[in-house]
């Protein structure tokens, strides 16, 4: 948020150094992210007065101005401006003036008439992106004055980034009111007296949703000038923080917003059809905004609608049909309450995100629409005239927020903050944040005001207590607490442990949000329900995620599209998954190969990486809880996976995990050719390892035999390994495939498989008939099992 310093000090006495206060602020909680002069350097720029203005004798659309700026000079100026006339008063530069640009005034002829200066447009002194015509200044600014001086444009505008529990702050009041709490001084609330209604006017406001909606004020003014121009000094105050004048039925209401932090809007009174009523959208009710943007709205979306239809989309923006026209001379205003559950995510999820949304999202006071309905009604009528109606509030008090007490324990501060705080500094600190405070034997019980929507607990206020209080003024000393060194039990691998097994892999360590896009979430998890949040920091980071591969995708992305030709990444955290409406916490590791198998080298012919050697990486992996034989990959499917390139991974008999292939589909619109390989395993499945445990080893020599089975295309490995192992029982010390053939010789949807059986006895050497009648068990399994044949 932008704030001007010059508008804060008409409600607060400011520290003047303003790296101070912009470091005062930050310390508070509220970071200051810059900070600017109000308008880009200029000189040689005063206050002029157009006494005469004649047409150009030689050109149709020019002026030859008579120009004074104080005291007995006149100057000669050739204006093109259409605006120009006599008794305007607008900024002049002077021959030597220097213009935002680089821009040098100097005496020029045009068409033969020397021109001894320029009348200025807002653009050409960078105050606007008006240059349709000169700037008109107020009457009663004096010729002569400095142009700077007199519109204030030495102000500072300080860019202040709030947390999203402090929608408070969202405004010159908030700001305000923190400050004087900071600096020890008094807010200075201007005065704001109810208008006086001399009109009977008035729109019928009905609550559907109380519960969404709580509180309308409303009132009719009619009698408006649409021509009058909203005053220098608000445009003025409303481009510093960002907004562009759009005259002053719209400007009051921003301006009001930005002082006040209560939006507001204002609908063209003759376009209202009978009744205005908040109710909820029907299913794909169509609607278009101010902006244009025609949208079908979802039946959780709030609406504000008269009799004919929506009018606009509630805490959001209003609709085209009531929108304020050159021409509108009555209006109904609109101040509201809104829920922040009721406004949360509703403008993300249709790609509208405005001002006011951001506030009543984060929550606005409840008790602010009387006082910002009348500051914008007084300041209306100044500005275009006209006569106020009633001002009518629709309240269903029941459905308003009410702040409860909370209990705030001396000791608790303490064990929190570290230092004791004296009891009647806590008490004055959250008195002057606005939160009553009444003295009990355990401490003190605290009232949060209706404004802070943050304050629900003990550490809140704990919080509260220690940003005025200064962290800086907290000494850094050491905790002082009996040391209770954590478990390390054998029976577990740590994390770090697998993390460095995939590092020394080459693999890069990512860590990304829990919460991720909920489109590329949806693309690969369509069945699988995801947490919402309810105030995400941005759109496309709005759910919590279900796997850790919508973050890894995300990250391979930005490599691939920096041009990197091999990514190996892995990431370990927590996925959370609902169930039955219970939120489960799953601690996985994840990860995703893309490019060739190994870096470009001389010594080995480059190949593109596939599922073996994504599924070596991670045996490493496995290899580090237990032995081979606990670990089994089943084919299997997944909606993201690429069928007959995924597989389930089970430790005994519980799903621990997924490998496999990006589906195609799924590769192509993520644009990652060709597709990555992914895979992901539960921890608290995976981690756990048999303790370390002596084993005798044989003192008779092993015994190695060949065998060539062919079986059916779909036998794995692994039932190969369980059928032989069966049979071998306790002689067998090792298994290894050392060759897989298909072709000449072996029937179509066949393959001949190669195993080394490496025998050993703990007690004897194994004779040859020993070893034959091994081998004779392991052929008859093989067959039973698998229907396998021996390969001559």
């Not at 905004?289 to 709205?297: C, E, K, N, P």
Request: hydrophobic content about 40%; proline content about 7%.
């Amino acid at each position: 948020m932008k704030v001007s310093l010059a508008w804060l000090r008409d409600w607060v006495d400011l520290n003047p150094d303003v790296a101070a206060l912009a470091d005062e602020l930050t310390m508070a909680g509220f970071e200051v992210e810059g900070r600017a002069c109000a308008a880009p350097p200029f000189t040689g720029v005063v206050v002029g007065e157009v006494l005469e203005a004649r047409r150009h004798p030689d050109a149709e659309r020019l002026s030859v101005c008579t120009v004074t700026a104080g005291g007995d000079t006149r100057y000669t100026i050739v204006c093109g401006a259409s605006n120009v006339r006599a008794g305007l008063k607008t900024p002049l530069a002077k021959v030597g003036a220097s213009l935002p640009g680089g821009v040098q005034i100097k005496r020029a002829k045009l068409r033969g008439v020397e021109s001894e200066g320029m009348l200025c447009s807002a653009r050409e002194l960078g105050l606007g992106d008006e240059a349709e015509g000169i700037l008109e200044l107020p009457a009663d600014l004096q010729p002569g004055e400095d142009f700077r001086a007199a519109l204030g444009l030495d102000d500072t505008v300080v860019e202040v980034n709030l947390t999203p529990n402090r929608g408070d702050a969202l405004s010159v009041l908030g700001l305000a009111r923190e400050l004087a709490v900071i600096g020890g001084t008094t807010l200075r609330m201007p005065a704001m007296p109810p208008v006086a209604a001399r009109s009977g006017e008035r729109v019928s406001v009905r609550l559907d949703r109380p519960e969404a909606c709580a509180k309308f004020a409303g009132r009719v003014i009619g009698g408006l000038n649409p021509k009058a121009p909203t005053p220098l000094w608000m445009r003025e105050r409303l481009r510093r923080a960002g907004f562009r004048s759009l005259g002053p039925l719209i400007d009051v209401t921003n301006y009001v917003m930005l002082e006040l932090g209560q939006p507001m809007h204002a609908y063209d009174r003759r376009r209202l059809k009978g009744e205005v009523h908040v109710r909820l959208a029907t299913p794909q009710e169509p609607l278009t905004l101010l902006d244009g943007s025609s949208l079908a709205l979802d039946a959780d979306m709030l609406v504000i609608a008269d009799d004919a239809g929506p009018i606009g989309l509630a805490g959001v923006m209003g609709g085209e049909r009531s929108a304020i026209a050159p021409d509108t001379t009555e209006v109904f205003l609109e101040v509201a309450w809104f829920s922040p559950s009721a406004v949360a995510g509703r403008g993300r999820r249709l790609g509208v995100i405005t001002d006011a949304s951001q506030r009543f999202e984060r929550g606005v006071d409840p008790a602010g629409q009387e006082r910002a309905l009348e500051r914008a009604s007084a300041l209306l009528i100044e500005i275009a005239g006209g006569e106020a109606g009633p001002a009518e509030v629709t309240l269903a008090r029941e459905h308003l927020p009410r702040r409860a007490p909370i209990a705030l324990r001396p000791s608790y501060l303490k064990r929190l903050i570290g230092i004791e705080v004296p009891g009647t500094e806590v008490a004055s600190i959250l008195t002057a944040l606005g939160m009553p405070t009444t003295p009990t034997p355990g401490g003190w019980t605290v009232t949060p005001p209706s404004w802070r929507f943050d304050v629900t607990q003990e550490a809140d206020l704990v919080e509260e207590v220690a940003r005025i209080f200064g962290y800086n003024a907290i000494p850094e000393i050491d905790a002082a607490m009996p040391q209770r060194p954590g478990a390390v039990p054998e029976g577990r691998i740590e994390s770090r442990r697998l993390a460095t097994r995939l590092v020394d892999r080459g693999y890069f360590e990512a860590i990304n949000y829990t919460f991720v896009d909920p489109a590329l979430q949806r693309k690969l998890f369509p069945d699988s329900p995801a947490l919402a949040l309810a105030n995400p920091i941005s759109a496309d980071l709005a759910e919590m995620r279900v796997s850790l591969w919508p973050g890894l995708l995300a990250t391979l992305g930005a490599n691939v599209r920096r041009q990197q030709a091999r990514v190996r990444l892995f990431e370990i955290g927590a996925k959370f998954i609902l169930q039955d409406n219970v939120l489960k916490e799953i601690n996985c590791l994840s990860g995703v190969t893309w490019g060739d198998a190994l870096p470009e080298q001389w010594g080995i012919k480059r190949r593109a990486g596939d599922f073996y050697d994504a599924k070596a990486d991670l045996e490493a992996v496995l290899a580090a809880s237990g032995p081979a034989a606990d670990f089994s990959f089943r084919a299997g499917e997944i909606s993201c996976l690429h069928p007959g390139r995924s597989a389930r991974i089970y430790r005994d008999s519980q799903p621990a995990g997924w490998i496999g292939e990006l589906h195609p589909e799924l590769a192509r619109s993520l644009n990652l050719q060709p597709p990555p390989y992914l895979f992901e395993i539960e921890l608290d499945i995976t981690s756990p390892a048999p303790l370390p445990a002596a084993e005798e080893q044989s003192r008779f020599p092993g015994v190695r035999r060949d065998l060539a089975v062919v079986v059916d295309e779909s036998v794995t490995f692994s039932q190969l390994r369980e059928s032989v192992t069966v049979a071998a029982s306790s002689l067998m010390r090792e298994l290894k495939v050392f060759d897989v053939y298909r072709g000449q010789g072996i029937d179509s949807g066949r393959k001949s498989v190669a195993l080394g059986l490496i025998l050993q006895d703990k007690s004897k050497t194994l004779t040859d008939a020993d070893v034959d009648s091994v081998m004779t068990a392991v052929r008859e399994r093989l067959d039973r099992d698998l229907k396998a044949t021996i390969r001559d």
